[in-house]
């Protein structure tokens, strides 16, 4: 089975804090995503990475950074933390980029930040 | 727009069929439509997806209208574990970036 794996279940941070948040998948998947999840607004996508250094912007990219070091792990950087970045952060990855074909996205179980 | 419309929440008793419907009107003709449940507190899960045949897998069915307008999820004997926010998404581009709307809540009772 894919497995997506995220750092950390639960992470309590201070405002102005620079913040990581890890992903790793072990499936040797192409591309990798970060969401956030609030209450009402459903699942919003941040960044997504489509290759090793190659990240493209998503919905709502500001306030966040990327980095994609290796294939396999997709890290998500809050430069300074504030209040309204508290929410349930997902990773995500998928196999390829051809339409319908490994398109699926495995999620990891979430990391839910509260910055206070 | 890259979102679809689907009703806020349904009932559905355990054992009977669960149809949850979705309208993609504006879909163009390479476009994908994927399902995915969210379970509380866990990350979104994978169901089905389709183009414009009809898929079974060992989870669900999809239909999909012959002008691929709109689509059903059937879960063919709802259990409790079923409960669960229903996603129906339209992949946008080759990168496939999912943007998802608001879901279906599913609610499974005994």
């Known amino acids: 089975d894919v497995k997506v794996t995220q750092s950390s279940r639960y992470l309590v941070k201070r405002t102005g804090e620079k913040v990581f948040l890890e992903c790793v998948q072990d499936m040797d998947h192409e591309n990798m995503f970060w969401y956030r999840q609030d209450p009402g607004l459903g699942l919003r996508l941040i960044y997504f990475s489509y290759d090793v250094k190659m990240k493209e912007k998503g919905d709502i990219p500001e306030g966040y950074s990327v980095s994609r070091e290796k294939k396999e792990r997709f890290s998500l950087i809050l430069e300074s933390a504030s209040t309204n970045q508290t929410s349930m952060y997902l990773c995500?990855?998928?196999?390829?980029?051809?339409?319908?074909?490994?398109?699926?996205?495995?999620f990891g179980q979430g990391t839910r930040l509260t910055v206070v | 727009d890259a979102k679809t419309t689907q009703p806020p929440s349904m009932d559905c008793a355990e054992g009977r069929a669960a149809n949850l419907p979705c309208n993609h009107s504006t879909i163009s003709g390479n476009e994908y439509v994927y399902w995915y449940r969210q379970i509380h507190s866990q990350g979104p899960q994978y169901i089905i997806h389709g183009l414009k045949n009809n898929e079974t897998n060992e989870m669900a069915s999809l239909i999909i209208t012959e002008d691929r307008k709109s689509s059903t999820l059937i879960l063919p004997h709802a259990t409790l574990r079923d409960t669960a926010v229903y996603y129906c998404?339209?992949?946008?581009?080759?990168?496939?970036?999912?943007?998802f709307g608001s879901g279906t809540k599913l609610n499974v009772k005994p």
């Open positions: 995500a990855s998928s196999l390829s980029q051809v339409p319908g074909v490994g398109t699926e996205a495995f």
């Open positions: 998404i339209k992949v946008i581009n080759n990168f496939n970036k999912f943007y």
